[in-house]
């Protein structure tokens, strides 16, 4: 019998969820978002092909919780499996810190320990909690299972986690984890299936959203990544700062007498894109305008990436292939060009056309390195994890599809 898994990406102003049924595979048969929360609340839900299921708006000015946003959407959920059981639902955890590192199912002591990572990743984990929190009281009898974005980079060598800082701060987790880890596991495993010669390799993933950063792999498992101890660190990103002197940060204490929360609003929420251009954090809009604040930005964008990607050359001694994922690396041949550009001394020779269109593989036959574009996919990741977790706790009554799901 065929059971249901509904994953939740909650972030500060939408939560993005997928709905899959499992049997002898995962299968998406919905996705939406809840968006602009706290602003005019709306949601929308589309079936696998894109073909809208629901729409539904509040009016402008309400202020709704994520409890009130989840409840239309588990009622919605249940009507449209019919019969089909729900089994769990996956969540979307940036930060698991030191204490989860895997796929966790998660009650009130759990969320306990979970707040306490609070302050590591200020845009993004509070708001997780509160999704979790909201369904555990809609569906109290259902299993929450926390997946983190920390989690595929615990592979990492203790050198490439390690801060030049005393080592007491090092004791506390004061060290580098890494993030996007759901999409470069997803990656991984892509890569696996459709390039095992590639996969087995040294690769560099580079995931490129609202929110960016790029991932070294050797066979398969994460040994370094740009983002740090938060996921502000390594590349320009959307309204996110990337590496920073930590000069700047003094700076702005003591000569603009800058409170902690007024620090974490610049570089979290008005640096980036948006710092650099004032116009948007939106790349597609930046590549449309023509001002010179625009190009400023795209151009400080592509020369951080391809830095930071020279940089994860290190740990991996060499480079057999490069994947661009994420809205950005997706979709955009000409922020892909450019960073390659900057990257041709690898022996990197992407092709133009197949570049053009968004092929699976855009480097020349002759490039040294194989470039590709690997659409990621969180949440079928946080749905496997799931499903595995689900045939873990239960493995006397598994039915043998949930257990080829394992693997
Ligand atoms: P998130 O990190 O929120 O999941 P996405 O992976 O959806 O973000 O990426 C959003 C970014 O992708 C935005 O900057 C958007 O402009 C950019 N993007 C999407 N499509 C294109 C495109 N065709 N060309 C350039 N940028 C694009």
Known sequence: MSEAILTLNAGSSSIKFALFTFNHALTNIAHGEMADIGDIPHFSIHGPHGELL???????????SHEDLLGPVLEWVDQHLGGTKLAACGHRIVHGGDIFTAPTRLDQTALEKLATLDPLAPLHEPHNIAAIRAALALRPGLPQIGCFDTSFHKTMPAVATRFALPRNLRNEGVRRYGF????????????????????????????????????????????DSS?????????????????LDAGVLLYLMQ????????????????SGLLGISGISADMRVLLA?????????VESFTYAAAQHIAALVVP???????????????????????????LQWLGIAI???????????????????????????????????????LAQHSIDQATPDVLALRT
């Not at 629901?54 to 709704?64: I, T, Y």
């Not at 020349?364 to 079928?380: D, F, H, L, R």
């Open 289 to 297: 305008s023509k001002a010179p604040e625009a190009a400023e930005a």
């Open 255 to 270: 000569a603009h007498s800058m409170s902690a929360d007024e620090i974490t609003d610049i570089v979290y929420k008005k």
């Open 227 to 243: 983002m740090g101890f938060t996921a502000l660190d390594g590349l320009i990103m959307g309204t996110r700062t990337g590496t």
């Open 54 to 64: 629901l729409e539904k708006s509040w009016p402008h000015g309400e202020a709704l």
């Open 351 to 389: 092709d133009p056309l197949a570049n053009a269109k968004n092929a699976p593989v855009i480097s020349k036959a002759a490039s040294a390195v194989e470039v590709m574009v690997i659409p990621t996919n969180e949440e079928a990741m946080i749905a496997r994890h799931c499903v595995a977790l």
């Open 316 to 342: 991996l001694g060499g480079l057999d292939g490069l994947v661009f994922t994420a809205g950005i690396g997706e979709h955009s041949p000409e922020i892909r060009a450019a960073i390659c550009a900057r």
């Open 180 to 223: 996007h880890g759901l999409s470069y596991e997803y990656i991984a495993g892509q890569l696996h299936s459709t390039a095992p010669d590639v996969a087995s390799g040294r690769v560099i993933a580079a995931h490129l959203g609202n929110g960016a950063s790029a991932c070294a792999m050797s066979n398969g498992q994460s040994v």
